[in-house]
């Protein structure tokens, strides 16, 4: 069972997800230059929204290379003295992954039930564990790194590493494939990047010094993107241990947050909160995914209407199309915040609010 999730979202001017340059990432689509959001950018908004936690009600997962001052700050506030803390903390540390200057050599992903959980062992051995540190065998601990990996490979109690998956090639026992593929977004029409040549004012230079304090480029561009997501449901309850209820939360928690997720990038410049125009899941049984972003192979424009009309009526025909050519018993579930006269096909799958669109998608999934 897949979970698709498509969403057209204007942005006013800004530069949501820059590149080594500064300016905001683009790419080449249907041979012309597209705005573009990175599908990375997007998963760290989106699990970063603060409804996703709240919806789920689990806390977020860590990603970090500290993950040696994560286990040394938990032991000391059970009252561990620092020292030993630290000294337990990094040979644990170095069991789970290389240490490279004082930290894991790559970033680790981790519950707050999985770091519980190594907290709680740790504790539960502790005379054992010092003896270990004595004698510089890391026997003990190595044995408790172990049974932990054997007790998490292949599931999860986090639903955004259910969701986003996790990947460690030095412990490929805690790896956990992704649920959810994200794919980049991209404007539905060519763009133009444009600079902003900005200054800014010295608050205490005399009057006979003249001229700005600094002046600077910065670039920017406006744009309506689609964006696409996959959701294989049956994987998600897999990396949740069989937790169907979990599962259905976080589908409802990824479809929240990913409505309200907006990059950061360059906001105190720029202020670009701008909603998503169209909302639109589709649910499927058949094991088969459509991205609609070829609906703009050819860029939109513009016209009469503007480019958020333009856009969904190409994504509304081309569904059309699809569905015409190949038939589809999935029903979608559709809601729009305006531009509503540009549906046809997609017109008797509309749904009047944000609230009725969510339940409406999530009463598609199973319950058990």
Same mark, same amino acid.
Request: with cysteine; proline share 3%; charged share 25%.
């Given at each position: 069972?897949?979970? !698709?999730? +498509? ?78 803390? #630290? ?40 005379? !054992? ?54 794919? +980049? ?119 009469? +209407? ?60 199973? #319950?058990?």
């Amino acid at each position: 069972m897949f979970v !698709e999730l +498509h969403l057209i979202q204007n942005f006013a001017p800004s530069n949501l997800n820059r590149d080594d340059t500064n300016n905001p990432k683009d790419c080449d689509f249907g041979g012309v230059r597209r705005a573009r959001i990175s599908s990375q950018c997007i998963k760290r908004a989106t699990r970063s929204e603060k409804i996703f936690a709240e919806t789920t009600d689990v806390d977020l997962a860590v990603r970090t290379r500290w993950l040696n001052r994560m286990i040394s700050n938990a032991l000391a506030a059970h009252g561990k003295a620092e020292d030993t803390a #630290r000294s337990v903390a990094d040979l644990f540390a170095a069991q789970y992954c290389k240490l490279d200057k004082g930290h894991t050599s790559v970033l680790v992903y981790l519950s707050k039930a999985e770091m519980e959980e190594i907290t709680a062992q740790l504790l539960a051995h502790w005379d !054992e564990v010092l003896e270990s540190l004595k004698n510089g065998k890391s026997l003990v601990v190595e044995g408790i790194a172990k049974d932990l990996f054997k007790a998490l490979k292949g599931r999860t109690g986090a639903p955004d590493i259910a969701l986003f998956g996790r990947m460690l090639a030095e412990k490929p026992d805690l790896n956990i494939d992704a649920a959810c593929q994200v794919a +980049h977004a991209i404007s539905t029409h060519a763009v133009n990047m444009e600079m902003d040549y900005f200054t800014a004012v010295d608050d205490f230079a005399g009057r006979e010094e003249t001229g700005a304090g600094m002046i600077g480029m910065g670039g920017f561009n406006s744009a309506c993107f689609y964006r696409y997501a996959c959701i294989d449901f049956d994987q998600l309850v897999r990396n949740l241990g069989g937790d169907v209820d979990l599962a259905r939360k976080t589908v409802e928690a990824f479809l929240r947050a990913s409505v309200r997720a907006v990059p950061t990038g360059k906001q105190n410049s720029h202020a670009a909160q701008n909603p998503p125009s169209f909302y639109m899941t589709v649910v499927r049984n058949d094991s088969s995914a459509w991205s609609l972003a070829n609906a703009f192979e050819k860029p939109v424009t513009a016209g009469q +209407h503007g480019l958020v009309f333009s856009s969904i009526k190409a994504l509304d025909n081309y569904w059309g199309k699809l569905t015409a050519f190949y038939g589809s018993p999935a029903r979608p579930v559709v809601a729009v915040l305006d531009a509503v006269d540009a549906l046809e096909h997609l017109k008797p799958a509309c749904v009047g609010t944000l609230e009725g669109w969510i339940e409406d998608t999530l009463a598609q999934l199973p #319950r058990e």
